[in-house]
C-alpha cells in the first residue's frame, strides 16, 4: 500500500475502492452550484487514506460503474464533507454512467495529460441563442478538473440548462483542464440544418426569354452592383450643365509657349507665348503658330569668290 524509493523518497501509490453514489441533491445542505461542474464530494477518511498514498496534485479520479464497466468518466474532488461509505457526484454524471441513487461505484486515482485540444457538439440549436458561446464555456469549465469522451456534461447560463456532448479531446480521451492553454471548437448543433440558397426555376428563366431577348440576364444586370457609377451634384445647388461640348478637330492653341498634347502622329506643335490681347483673330492665331524645322538659312563660312 506504501512504496518507498531510495532515491526520491516514498512515490505514490494508486487509491482505489466503491462507495455508495449519489446525486449532489441529496447532501444535507444541498448545493445546486455543484450541478454544473465536474467536481466530486467525498467523506474524510478518503483524505486520510490519500495523504498516506502521497497521492500527486490535483487529485483526480477515474469513475466506473459497476452495474456497466463501459461506462467511465474523470473527475476533481472538491470537499471531503461526505457521510462514511458514500460520495455526492453531479447528476449529469450519473445519467452518464447509467447510475441511480444509492448505487455501488468504484473511484481509483488517475493521472491525466493536460488538454490541448477538445471540441463539443450542443445538443440543442438554442445554445446559438448565446452571443459568445467560447466565453460562457470558459466561465462554466473553471468548475471542471478533466473531460472525458463521450460525456454528455452540463452547463448552466441565464437560468438554462444546455448539454454539450465532448466529441474529441487531445492529447488523449480523457484530460486534466487545470491551468491549461487550450483550444476549443464547435460541431453544429443537433437538428441544426444550414439554410439553403434558393434554386432557380428552369421554367421560369424559359418564361423569361422573350422575343429572342434574355431578360433574365438583363434582370441579374441590374441588380447587379457596379462601382463608380450614377449621377453627380453640385455643392452650391445649380444643376449641372449636361450638354457635352464638341471636341475641336484642330489642335488647341494656348497662350503660354507650351506644347499641345490633343494631337495626332505628325501634327505635334508648339506655341508661341504671346499676349492674349494679341490673339484676337483667326488670321492672327495662324500668324503666331510656330512651325518647327521651316524657314530660310545661311552659310556660315563665307564663300571665296574667284578672282577675274
Given at each position: 500500500m506504501f512504496g518507498y524509493n531510495m532515491f526520491r523518497g516514498p512515490f505514490p501509490q494508486r487509491f482505489k475502492t466503491q462507495y455508495r453514489c449519489y446525486s449532489v441533491s441529496m447532501l444535507s445542505v444541498p448545493r445546486a452550484d455543484l450541478e454544473s461542474g465536474g467536481k466530486i464530494?467525498?467523506?474524510?477518511?478518503?483524505?486520510?487514506?490519500?495523504?498516506?498514498?502521497?497521492?500527486?496534485?490535483?487529485?483526480?479520479?477515474?469513475?466506473?460503474?459497476k452495474k456497466n464497466a463501459e461506462k467511465v468518466t474523470h473527475c476533481g474532488v472538491l470537499e471531503f464533507v461526505a457521510d462514511e461509505g458514500k460520495i455526492h457526484i453531479p447528476y449529469w454524471m450519473m445519467q452518464n454512467l447509467l447510475l441511480e441513487e444509492g448505487d455501488l461505484i468504484e473511484i481509483e486515482s488517475a493521472s491525466l495529460p493536460v488538454a490541448t485540444?477538445?471540441?463539443?457538439?450542443?445538443?440543442?440549436?438554442?445554445?446559438?441563442?448565446?452571443?459568445?458561446?467560447?466565453?460562457?464555456?470558459?466561465?462554466?469549465?473553471?468548475?471542471?478538473?478533466?473531460?472525458?469522451?463521450?460525456?454528455?456534461?452540463?452547463?448552466?447560463?441565464?437560468?438554462?440548462?444546455?448539454?454539450?456532448?465532448?466529441?474529441?479531446?487531445?492529447?488523449?480521451?480523457?484530460?486534466?483542464?487545470?491551468?491549461?492553454?487550450?483550444?476549443?471548437e464547435f460541431a453544429p448543433p443537433v437538428g441544426y440544418v444550414e439554410p439553403q440558397k434558393p434554386k432557380v426555376n428552369h421554367h421560369d428563366q424559359e418564361d423569361m426569354q422573350v422575343d429572342g431577348q434574355d431578360h433574365a440576364k438583363e434582370f441579374v444586370e441590374q441588380n447587379t452592383f457596379m462601382a463608380f457609377t450614377g449621377e453627380g451634384r453640385r455643392l452650391d445647388g445649380k444643376t449641372k450643365n449636361t450638354k457635352s461640348e464638341p471636341v475641336p478637330l484642330e489642335p488647341l492653341i494656348y497662350k503660354r509657349?507650351?506644347?499641345?498634347?490633343?494631337?495626332?502622329?505628325?501634327?505635334?506643335?508648339?506655341?508661341?507665348?504671346?499676349?492674349?490681347?494679341?490673339?484676337?483673330?483667326?488670321?492672327?492665331?495662324e500668324e503666331v503658330l510656330f512651325k518647327p524645322f521651316t524657314g530660310e538659312g545661311q552659310v556660315l563660312k563665307k564663300k571665296r569668290t574667284k578672282k577675274p
Open positions: 464530494i467525498m467523506p474524510p477518511s478518503a483524505l486520510d487514506t490519500l495523504e498516506k498514498l502521497s497521492i500527486e496534485y490535483p487529485m483526480l479520479f477515474k469513475l466506473s460503474s485540444y477538445s471540441k463539443f457538439q450542443p445538443q440543442n440549436v438554442d445554445f446559438l441563442d448565446i452571443s459568445n458561446p467560447k466565453a460562457v464555456l470558459e466561465n462554466v469549465l473553471r468548475s471542471f478538473a478533466c473531460l472525458t469522451n463521450g460525456d454528455l456534461i452540463a452547463i448552466k447560463y441565464n437560468k438554462k440548462v444546455y448539454e454539450l456532448l465532448v466529441l474529441e479531446t487531445k492529447p488523449s480521451n480523457a484530460v486534466s483542464i487545470i491551468e491549461c492553454d487550450m483550444s476549443v509657349g507650351v506644347p499641345n498634347y490633343d494631337y495626332k502622329r505628325g501634327t505635334l506643335t508648339f506655341i508661341r507665348s504671346v499676349k492674349p490681347s494679341t490673339m484676337n483673330t483667326a488670321e492672327e492665331t
